[in-house]
């Protein structure tokens, strides 16, 4: 089990340009959380999908920001005409239902300049 | 609204010395408390994980409780060494909904040889 699989580890984008963010699951885990971690601040939640659904994405951005865990496929966080304030570390972690443990990512850790 | 407390923000300990790291939470509708560690620039490393009807686990030189009547869980660390160095979340996986995690903002712990 290769654990939740996080890429790129680093992205740098120039403001105004894209950033897409790609998680994979643990091997039977069939929930999918993101997490962004601000310069020395803690891990706010953003949003929580299951395949193919958004459960709840309270705490993602209203603008420029969404999400997506096609069928097939890793769950991408997109963040569109990036500015710098969207400068941080971005952590996924999966779970499977209920009482279970959480497994984060090693995290995307994006700047912008 | 569910809020997760740690403290003390910092710790500095000699090597060797028993220590407890406390974090307090508001809401007892949770399924379970999960510590993590987490190394500078790194990902999170999950170390405990506590279900709601459980009062403690233990990993090692590692120690946690949960008191869900009194919204607190501590971590005890025995004997710490100067590899213990990195800052301790805690996160509660709330009940019904989204089952998102609610992080505190951490204890930055460094153990001095």
């Known amino acids: 089990n290769a654990g939740v699989m996080q890429n790129p580890r680093h992205l740098v984008r120039r403001r105004g340009q894209e950033a897409r963010l790609r998680c994979s699951p643990m091997?039977?885990?069939?929930?999918v959380y993101w997490y962004r971690q601000l310069p020395e601040e803690g891990l706010k939640f953003m949003v929580y999908?299951?395949?193919?659904?958004?459960?709840?994405e309270s705490g993602m951005p209203k603008e420029r920001f969404s999400a997506e865990f096609p069928k097939e496929g890793p769950s991408i966080l997109r963040i569109q005409q990036v500015v710098r304030g969207d400068s941080a570390a971005y952590f996924c972690?999966?779970?499977?239902?209920?009482?279970?443990?959480?497994?984060f990512g090693q995290g995307t850790r994006l700047t912008v300049v | 609204k569910q809020e997760v407390t740690q403290i003390p923000a910092a710790l500095s300990v000699p090597e060797g010395e028993n220590l407890v790291l406390n974090c307090s939470f508001t809401?007892?509708?949770?399924?379970?408390l999960q510590w993590f560690r987490q190394d500078p620039g790194k990902g999170l490393t999950s170390l405990l994980l506590?279900?709601?009807?459980?009062r403690e686990q233990t990993s090692g030189r590692l120690n946690a409780s949960l008191d869900k009547s009194s919204g607190r869980s501590t971590l005890y660390i025995a004997a710490s060494q100067p590899g213990d160095s990195a800052t301790y979340l805690c996160?509660?996986?709330?009940?019904?909904?989204?089952?998102?995690?609610?992080f505190g903002k951490g204890t930055k712990l460094t153990v001095n040889p």
């Open positions: 972690a999966s779970s499977a239902i209920g009482e279970t443990e959480a497994f």
């Open positions: 091997k039977g885990h069939s929930h």
């Open positions: 999908l299951q395949k193919e659904n958004i459960i709840d």
């Open positions: 809401d007892s509708a949770i399924y379970n």
């Open positions: 506590i279900q709601s009807s459980q």
């Open positions: 996160a509660i996986k709330k009940k019904g909904g989204s089952e998102k995690l609610v």
